[in-house]
Nanobody
Framework: VQLVESGGGLVQAGGSLRLSCAAS????????VGWYRQAPGTQRELVAQ????????NYGDSVKGRFTISRDNAKNTMYLQMNSLNPEDTAVYYC?????????????WGQGTPVTVSS
């Protein structure tokens, strides 16, 4: 599985960005897809996730009501619409896929796309 993010950049507080993550390779055994972020000096944290099994979504508390995760199955592309951005959202955003290989889960990561929100 290869994941390529795009859409990051610099935005003013209150603005919006949409991140994209294009997946290639084995996409038949995916169980979860999601976005994580990591700010300098902090641990990587979950932003949003979709269960491919039942379509349910899960959001980090700090982004609920502002960010929306979605996936275009035909294009194998995932999106993160980010609205009402604030400086605390500044981080490198990583695309993640979790697959099942019959014996266990495997995690795949994109290279990350930086998001900077200016005050």
């Amino acid at each position: 599985v290869q994941l390529v993010e795009s859409g990051g950049g610099l935005v003013q507080a209150g603005g919006s960005l949409r991140l994209s993550c294009a997946a290639s390779g084995d996409t038949f055994s995916i169980h979860f897809v999601g976005w994580y972020r990591q700010a300098p000096g902090t641990q990587r944290e979950l932003v949003a996730q979709i269960s491919i099994i039942d379509g349910s979504t899960n959001y980090g508390d700090s982004v609920k009501g502002r960010f929306t995760i979605s996936r275009d199955n035909a294009k194998n592309t995932m999106y993160l619409q980010m609205n009402s951005l604030n400086p605390e959202d500044t981080a490198v955003y990583y695309c993640n896929e979790v697959t099942w290989d019959g014996t266990g889960y495997r995690n795949y990561w994109g290279q990350g796309t930086p998001v900077t929100v200016s005050s």
